[in-house]
């Protein structure tokens, strides 16, 4: 008994399901450091959540219940290995929905569609490239950060969802008709590694097909290169973004289809006023503070309105986003102007860019540090 005692012990992790923590579990505890040697302790428990159908408790005296094997047959070991791990964390309860579970197979359709895509990208930079490549640095740490703290269904939304999401806004970047560049190219490899522990048949087919040596589950996994992260072009491209999302909101309200549009830059001394408010200690008090600037308080009550505006605006706005701007040189004019072509094409109308502090139009007094004035004509 004691050698088949040392053959098993000690094991790292047990696996069960959290209506046992009250009885085996807890007890399992007791024994084992009564009874046994710290140096056999094991490292931890794993503590799973429970099935619910349709929103009701699974259980087979109600027949309620759905079958893994019956699943496996109907929807396929990928789309239901997706599923369970996008719809939960391990230590939660997962709620099984048909109607789910058919739109996860349609998501494993699209991420097929898409690395097929790129073996079609070509070797060639677009302006959006290095936005794609620094991005996708971001969600292959974030995803292994996750994995590594067993958050599944976090590492899911990273190494999935949110490239899924960027891959859209890539596409709309891109002129009309124009095929991938470099980064969509780059992406196909890495992106079916990320996915390998998740839906592991797909991701052998695609490794496969795109010429990847050996199993994919034997590949390296991938990892961050930092030095390709580009704070300052992410946070360029949420201002074209989040623009182009006011831009759609003022045409729906005032109900219009504009031939031009023009786009007031904040001026300087409201980015002073900007990053005042971000930094200052107390934001009860930040008015008054400001307002002793002389420079400031020429501007009457232009400023103290600016001053207002900010505030909201940084408490609507991420924290990331904030941080970052502060470090950011952003000069916005530029951004806009470089992305004209695009901006047009979107709005379908001549877009033009000026600095508000510069402009006779009366709407360009409301323009904000990364949330310019938008005028529709």
């Known amino acids: 008994m004691r050698k088949e005692f040392e053959y098993w012990y000690p094991y790292d992790y047990r696996f069960s399901a959290k209506d046992l923590i009250s009885n ?23 503590v799973f959540g429970m099935g619910l159908l349709e929103g009701a408790k699974m259980s087979s005296s109600k027949g309620n219940v759905f079958l893994l094997e019956d699943a496996l047959k109907e929807f396929g070991a990928d789309t239901v290995r997706m ?73 899911l939304q990273e190494a999935f969802y949110a490239i899924e999401a960027d891959l859209k806004w890539y596409r709309r970047r891109l002129p009309d008709g ?61 201002l074209l973004l989040r623009t182009i999302e006011d831009i759609e909101s003022i045409r729906k309200v005032i109900q219009i289809t504009p031939s031009s549009i023009t786009i007031c830059v904040a001026p300087s001394w409201k980015k002073d006023v900007f990053a005042s408010v971000a930094t200052a200690p107390d934001r009860n008090t930040v008015i008054r503070e400001i307002m002793k600037d002389e420079q400031v308080r020429r501007r009457g009550k232009a400023a103290q309105d600016a001053i207002k505006q900010c505030i909201t605006l940084i408490h609507r706005l991420p924290p990331g986003i904030v941080e970052q701007y502060l470090k950011a040189e ?9 992305a004209r072509d695009f901006l047009e094409r979107e709005c379908s109308a001549k877009v033009h860019v000026v600095d508000a502090g510069e402009s006779t139009l009366a709407k360009a007094s409301a323009a904000l540090p990364f949330k310019p004035a938008i005028v529709l004509e």
């Open 24 to 46: 085996h579990l807890t007890f399992q505890l007791f024994h084992h450091a009564a009874i046994f040697p710290k140096e056999s302790m094991p490292r931890g428990m794993v």
């Open 83 to 155: 599923f369970l791990v996008g719809s939960a964390e391990p230590w939660q309860d997962f709620d099984w929905r048909n109607d789910l579970v058919y739109s996860t197979r349609k998501q494993i359709e699209r991420f097929w569609n898409t690395i097929e895509e790129t073996r079609n990208a070509e070797h060639r930079t677009s302006g959006v490239d290095p936005w794609l490549i620094s991005r996708l640095q971001q969600h292959i740490q974030k995803a292994t950060e996750a994995l590594e703290r067993f958050q599944t269904r976090q590492a």
């Open 178 to 238: 124009a095929p991938g560049g470099y980064a969509l190219k780059e992406l196909g490899s890495i992106w079916v590694r990320l996915l390998a522990p998740v839906i592991p048949f797909t991701c052998e087919r695609l490794w496969s097909e795109i010429g990847g040596e050996g199993l994919v589950s034997f590949a390296p996994w991938p990892s961050a290169d930092r030095s390709r992260i580009d704070p300052n072009l992410e946070l360029a491209e949420e």
């Open 330 to 338: 952003m000069n916005e004019i530029e951004i806009f102007d470089n």
